[in-house]
C-alpha cells in the first residue's frame, strides 16, 4: 500500500473537517451569502485556523489501532481504548481539548468505560443513524491488499457498531469503504463509485441488510451524481452525508473544489467536507490539496507520521 495514498487520505478526511468547523450548523442560505472558499477560524467553536474536530481525531484513533494490530482479534477492543482515551484525556485531538462529540458516540464511549463489550456499546435504534461512524471509517480502506473483501466489509462493519451498530450505519460504512477501494486500486472517480457499489451489492443481500436497501435506492442505481444540488442533504443524517460526499467529489474535478462545495451545503458542514475529502485526498493525493491549507493544519507532522506508520505495518503484514 502507497505511503503516499495513505497519508493523502488522512490529510484529505483532516483538511476537509478543519474546512468546516468553523461553519458547523450554519443554512445553505447563510453560506450562499458567506461561502467559505479557504481555511477560516473562529467560529462555530471559536478555534483557530487549522483545528480539527472529533471527525479527524476518531479517524486517528482507528489508524493509530491499526498500525498496532492490523485486522486481528484485537483490533476492536483497541479502537474502543483509543476512543475512550479521547473523549476522557484528549487523545489525539488538535489542543489536547475535546470541544465536539456526537451524543451516539457519547453515549456509546460511556458504555464502553461501564464495561461493556465493544461489540454491544454501539445504538442499535433506529434514530442512532448518524454520520459518527461513516466519518472515522476510512482508515480500513486502506487494509484491502491484506484479506479476501467480505472479511474486510466485516471488520468495517465491527468498527462501525463500536458507536453504530444499526445496519444502516453499518452499510454507509461498507459502502464507502468499496469505493475508497476502487481509488486505492487506481481507478477513476465514477469507475470507483460503479465498482464499489457492485462489490458490496452481494454482501447486502440478506438480512439484516436486505431490509435497509432501500433507504441507499438513490445511491445504488448509480445516478447520484445526476441529481441537482438541491436534491442532495447534508444533515448530520448517515444516508445523507454519503450521498453528499460522492455528488460533490464525482461532480468537480479537484480537491479543492470537492471539499469546498461539501462545506457550502451547509448543517453538517464538518463531516461532508471529511468524507469528501477522504476520498479526494485518495485520488489527487496531498500534493493537490493546496499547500497553504496543509500547512495550517494542527499537528500536521503527527498526522503525516502516523500515516508513514500505518503504511509500514500494512506493509510487513
Known amino acids: 500500500m502507497s505511503e503516499t495514498k495513505i497519508v493523502s487520505g488522512l490529510m484529505g478526511v483532516c483538511v476537509g473537517d478543519a474546512l ?24 462555530t467553536y471559536n478555534q483557530p485556523p487549522g483545528t480539527w474536530s472529533d471527525d479527524s481525531s476518531l479517524t486517528f484513533c482507528l489508524a493509530e489501532a491499526l ?16 476512543f475512550c482515551l479521547w473523549r476522557d484525556e484528549a487523545f489525539w485531538t488538535p489542543y489536547e481539548e475535546v470541544f465536539d462529540i456526537g451524543l ?3 453515549t456509546a464511549i460511556s458504555r464502553l468505560r461501564q464495561g461493556i463489550s465493544p461489540t454491544e456499546a454501539g445504538g442499535l435504534d433506529e434514530r442512532s443513524n448518524g454520520n459518527g461512524s461513516l466519518m472515522r471509517i476510512l482508515p480500513l480502506a486502506f487494509c484491502y491488499p491484506l484479506v479476501k473483501f467480505p472479511q474486510l466489509i466485516q471488520r468495517v462493519h465491527e468498527v462501525s457498531c463500536l458507536t453504530h451498530a444499526h445496519p444502516r450505519s453499518q452499510m ?6 468499496s ?11 465514477f469507475e470507483a463509485y460503479q465498482q464499489g457499489i457492485e462489490q458490496i451489492k452481494p454482501l447486502y443481500q440478506n438480512e439484516p441488510y ?17 441529481l441537482p444540488v438541491n436534491e442532495i442533504a447534508s444533515s448530520g443524517y448517515v444516508v445523507h452525508t454519503l450521498e453528499a460526499a460522492i455528488w460533490c467529489f464525482l461532480n468537480y ?31 489527487y493525493e496531498v500534493e493537490q490539496i493546496p499547500q ?26
Open 210 to 226: 436486505q431490509s435497509q436497501l432501500s433507504h441507499f435506492q438513490r445511491f445504488l442505481d448509480g445516478n447520484i451524481a445526476k
Open 292 to 317: 497553504h491549507w496543509v500547512e495550517t493544519i494542527a499537528r500536521k507532522d503527527d498526522i503525516i507520521g502516523l500515516g508513514k506508520r500505518l503504511s509500514r505495518k500494512i506493509g510487513n503484514g
Open 172 to 177: 454507509a460504512c461498507g459502502i464507502y469503504v
Open 20 to 43: 468546516g468547523v468553523p461553519v458547523e450548523f450554519q443554512s445553505r442560505q447563510t453560506l450562499a451569502h458567506n461561502p467559505v472558499a479557504t481555511m477560516r477560524g473562529y467560529g
Open 253 to 283: 474535478q479537484n480537491y479543492a473544489e470537492s471539499v469546498v462545495v461539501a462545506v457550502n451545503l451547509g448543517e453538517d458542514t464538518d463531516t461532508t467536507a471529511a468524507v469528501t475529502g477522504g476520498l479526494a485526498g485518495i485520488y
Open 179 to 189: 469505493i475508497a477501494i476502487g481509488l486505492l486500486q487506481g481507478l477513476s472517480p
Open 67 to 82: 498500525a498496532q494490530e492490523l485486522l486481528s482479534e484485537q483490533l476492536v477492543a483497541t479502537v474502543a481504548d483509543y
Open 104 to 106: 451516539t458516540t457519547n
